[in-house]
């Protein structure tokens, strides 16, 4: 008597393993899926940013300032406002100050900005930036 793999199947049905693989697959595709949508999202976000900035240096000069040297892209006929932050050891703010970055010929411009502190800092950074209405 000669069995083939259908009448095995409709006898005793089909493996468990079958099933759990291909969930894992479907699930994984799912997975797949959603990084992948959210990388498209994340990219094209930043891609419609009005204003971007980046950090380059601080320097401290004593427990009075923070000079924070720092990078911000814009449409060069705006004018955009940024935060800077002094930070102490335990990442509380010490100091902040707001700096206006007018109208320049350039898209991308490099600033400098001091920060009077309150305390000893040990890092200067840009908060935020954010342009003018």
């Keep these: 008597m000669s069995t083939t793999g259908s009448d095995l199947a409709d006898r005793y049905g089909t493996a468990p393993g079958r099933r759990r693989?291909?969930?894992g697959y479907a699930a994984g595709a799912l997975g797949l899926a959603a990084a992948l949508?959210?990388?498209v999202w994340a990219g094209?976000?930043?891609a419609r940013a009005d204003v971007?900035?980046?950090?380059?240096?601080f320097a401290i000069h004593g427990d009075s300032s923070v000079e924070v040297t720092y990078d911000v892209g814009k449409d060069p006929a705006?004018?955009?406002?940024?935060t800077l932050q002094a930070l102490d050891a335990s990442k509380g703010t010490v100091g902040l100050a707001q700096v206006t970055i007018g109208p320049?010929?350039?898209q991308v411009t490099r600033n400098v900005g001091t920060v009077r502190t309150?305390?000893?800092a040990v890092t200067?950074?840009?908060r935020d930036c954010r342009l003018q209405p």
């Design 118 to 120: 309150s305390a000893l």
């Design 78 to 82: 705006k004018t955009a406002v940024c």
């Design 21 to 23: 693989r291909r969930a």
């Design 37 to 39: 949508g959210w990388v």
């Design 52 to 57: 971007r900035w980046n950090d380059v240096g």
């Design 104 to 106: 320049r010929p350039q």
């Design 124 to 126: 200067g950074i840009v």
């Design 44 to 46: 094209l976000g930043q």
